[in-house]
């Protein structure tokens, strides 16, 4: 099948708009459960009625893992951001409440967060063992609601089409907390703009009554946990800096 170039390219797979379908292909080093893994976790945040491209088929293309979804037209609310400066406060709101809509869902099917972690805390080679004992023990202690978390929140992973908001790549969602959700994104948000960051947190915080102090309790958890994901030496060393910051 010839897919002509992608549209977009990540970590693990690149994205093709084939005959008004999107076509994700996934890179041949992942586990041959990649993608049902990750179409499962989409098919149930779309069977709770949130606004999620619909899975098609889960198949083999080109010798490759696919996942065949709807194709949602539209801009990503980070491509309008930087289009629509003056427009700030009104997507922040947007983001802010499509954030909170996940939260509301509870989800007791999908794999916990808690392991999830835990599996990327142990596989973060930069931390010793010193740092890795005293995360996976603080990890331990949390105690919280399963809630439905994206895991990858950010505003490049929302197609907006008119008044519609659809939210796309679900391979990090899990059954957890959503401090620790909210803390994720706001450490996204700040390795590029710590300006939308504090925006983000203090609107997050106003909306749903959690305290700052609360979502913080999750820093060098999270922190230690994106360790795992590779990044510039300049993200990773703001990512230890929170993590040795705690043991200290």
Not at 173 to 180: E, K, L, M, T, Y
Request: glycine share 6%.
């Amino acid at each position: 099948m010839k897919l002509g170039n992608p549209i977009a390219m990540g970590n693990t797979a690149k994205i093709f708009l084939y005959k008004n379908k999107i076509i994700k292909l996934f890179n041949d080093y992942l586990p041959d459960t990649e993608s049902v893994y990750e179409a499962n976790k989409q098919s149930f945040a779309y069977s709770c009625g949130l606004s999620v491209p619909n899975v098609l088929d889960v198949t083999k293309i080109n010798g490759k893992q696919a996942i065949i979804m709807e194709y949602v037209e539209g801009k990503t609310l980070g491509e309008l951001l930087s289009e629509n400066k003056e427009k700030l406060g009104y997507y922040m709101d947007l983001f802010v409440d499509s954030q909170r809509k996940i939260h509301l869902v509870k989800a007791d099917s999908l794999e916990p967060m808690s392991e999830k972690l835990h599996r990327q805390i142990q596989s973060a080679h930069i931390l010793d063992q010193r740092y890795k004992s005293h995360l996976l023990k603080k990890l331990d202690e949390m105690t919280f609601e399963k809630r439905l978390c994206h895991g990858d929140f950010h505003p490049f992973n929302l197609i907006i089409s008119g008044n519609d908001v659809t939210i796309i790549d679900w391979v990090d969602s899990s059954a957890g907390d959503v401090r620790a959700d909210v803390y994720r994104t706001y450490l996204l948000y700040s390795q590029f703009s710590m300006y939308l960051a504090d925006m983000y947190l203090l609107l997050y915080c106003e909306k749903s009554g959690c305290s700052k102090d609360e979502i913080f309790q999750w820093a060098p958890i999270i922190a230690g946990a994106r360790l795992s994901e590779g990044g510039t030496s300049e993200q990773a060393e703001q990512l230890l800096r929170i993590v040795k910051k705690d043991v200290m």
